[in-house]
């Protein structure tokens, strides 16, 4: 039945696999709710796609795409004061700082989609058959 090829079948492994990797991200958080949907889409995927180049080339956008949701979710990350200082707030203010630094997050997920994305383009135009 793997009978899809192109690039549904890549954004459909990229799908399944971004979930796999959210869920691992996650895992201490949503991540335990995330698994069902996870395991169910990649079952499905795995069943009705092309298994190569799609599902490694859709691993790369899927766990890219889990970098940029984790860059965006910590997209206000601010570095906290260091112990010790003392820190004025006027009525009404409050002090919130830490998270994580998206940065990274953003530049790993950039690099990933990105080859994934040129992989896949560069590998449709050396095998026509697989850009349908």
Do not use: K, Q
Request: charged residues 10%; aromatic residues 12%; glycine residues 10%.
């Amino acid at each position: 039945m793997r009978d899809r090829t192109g690039w549904r079948s890549l954004f459909a492994w990229a799908l399944a696999l971004g979930l796999a990797a959210l869920t691992v991200i996650a895992a201490a958080s949503i991540g335990v709710f995330v698994l069902p949907v996870a395991a169910v889409a990649f079952v499905l995927v795995a069943r009705w796609n092309h298994v190569w180049p799609e599902s490694v080339l859709g691993g790369f956008l899927g766990v890219g795409a889990g970098c940029f949701f984790v860059a965006y979710r910590n997209r206000a990350y601010a570095t906290c004061p260091p112990a010790g200082m003392p820190i004025t707030l006027n009525v009404g203010e409050r002090l919130t700082c830490g998270g994580f630094d998206p940065t990274p997050w953003l530049a790993i997920g950039a690099l990933l989609v990105l080859v994934g994305l040129v992989t896949y383009v560069a590998y449709s135009y050396r095998d026509p058959r697989s850009a349908s």
